[in-house]
């Protein structure tokens, strides 16, 4: 079966950190672009970083760039979200998404995304 699954998430204190991972089960990451995603309750879900398949390209949204850096390992098929100075808002479920193909500035649009993960919980209070 074709899934990913992310892992990492948690209870962190304000200004703590996390490393998600995102695996893939039924295919391998290296030809893909892998963004992250999250939801907060009651909010839209808004586009978190986006790495190209050689790691050569990298998007973040305006919320996170300067704490959070994604990277990808392809010799263990897994892409990572490490997560710095943490804040309240920055809780929610976080989900790995496959791309389509590497969509450069629009790497947001999540119509670009054809298959997602379960999400992994994020929860950032004291």
């Known amino acids: 079966q074709v899934q990913l699954v992310e892992s990492g998430g948690g209870l962190v204190e304000p200004g703590g950190s996390l490393t998600l991972s995102c695996v893939p089960y039924?295919?391998?990451?290296?030809?893909?672009?892998i963004g992250w995603f999250r939801q907060a309750p009651g909010k839209d879900r808004e586009g978190v970083s986006c790495?190209?398949?050689?790691?050569?390209?990298?998007n973040y949204g305006n919320r996170v760039k300067g704490r959070f850096t994604i990277s990808r390992d392809n010799a263990k098929n897994t892409v990572y979200l490490q997560m710095n100075n943490l804040k309240p808002e920055d809780s929610g479920v976080y989900y790995c998404?496959?791309?389509?193909?590497?969509?450069?500035?629009?790497?947001?649009?999540?119509?670009?995304?054809?298959?997602w993960g379960q999400g992994t919980q994020v929860t950032v209070s004291r």
């Open positions: 790495i190209r398949n050689d790691g050569l390209a990298i």
């Open positions: 998404a496959r791309a389509r193909y590497y969509a450069g500035s629009a790497w947001a649009d999540e119509s670009g995304y054809n298959l």
């Open positions: 039924g295919f391998t990451l290296e030809r893909h672009a």
